[in-house]
């Protein structure tokens, strides 16, 4: 098993440029998740999704789209970056019921 | 929002040193969980608590859950230079999922 995977590792982008962050798990979780991680602020949850076809915000949604088209790949989409979405982003997977939360690698992403 | 408060934000400390971090809620946890995540990479979960005053124990760390649910904290023994890395702790329920800000821990050798 691969786990969770996530692809691009480093990402430079200008401003109002767009782009998809991909992830894809093999792991048969119904629940994926996409934080963002900047210094000092912990992880925070930007969309969620609990099944096929069902998507959700977190905490931070502004400006990034997901869509589930299937169970095991959840894109983060970028409509228009901005340096306020220089930040690492972290994909997470989950089984139902379960508390524990299996990570991606992450996505290094700058935006000038 | 469950807000969680870790603390200390930063620690430095010698190999072989013993060191505690807390996370603190104002509400009860519905479960608990610590995770470690070592530079450029994603959080590993170490150990999930769930019943008031559990004490869970993963080699030389020890982790206990407070009885009224509130707080926790994650005990390292003998620290090594392997323990380096962000120790997070995370509250709720799979769907929207509470995480404290961290502490970072380095460990010279």
């Known amino acids: 098993n691969a786990g969770v995977t996530q692809t691009p590792k480093f990402q430079v982008l200008k401003t109002g440029q767009s782009m ?18 900047d210094p000092g602020m912990g992880l925070r949850l930007i969309h969620y999704s609990v099944g096929a076809g069902i998507t959700d915000q977190g905490e931070v949604p502004n400006g990034y789209n997901v ?18 979405q220089t930040s690492v982003y972290f994909c997470a997977s989950s089984a139902p019921g379960r508390y524990e939360q299996y990570f991606g690698p992450g996505t290094r992403l700058t935006v000038t | 929002t469950q807000l969680l408060e870790q603390s200390p934000q930063f620690l430095s400390i010698q190999e072989g040193e013993n060191l505690t971090v ?6 009860v946890f519905s479960s608990l969980q610590w995770y470690r995540q070592e530079p450029g990479e994603g959080p590993v979960l170490l150990v999930t608590v ?12 020890t982790f206990q859950f407070g009885d009224a649910r509130k707080d926790s904290s994650l005990h390292i023994t003998a620290a ?13 329920g799979s769907y929207i999922p509470t995480f404290g ?6 460990v010279h050798p």
């Open chain 1, 20 to 37: 998809t962050l991909q992830c894809a798990q093999d792991m048969n979780h119904e629940y994926m998740s996409w934080y963002r991680q």
């Open chain 1, 67 to 84: 869509s589930r088209s299937t169970t095991e790949d959840f894109p983060l989409r970028l409509l228009s970056a901005a340096p306020s």
């Open chain 2, 22 to 27: 807390y996370c603190n809620s104002s509400s």
């Open chain 2, 50 to 61: 769930v019943t008031g005053g559990e004490v869970k124990k993963l080699k030389r760390l």
């Open chain 2, 80 to 92: 090594q230079p392997g323990d380096t890395g962000l120790y997070l702790c995370k509250s709720g």
């Open chain 2, 101 to 106: 800000r961290g502490t970072s821990l380095i």
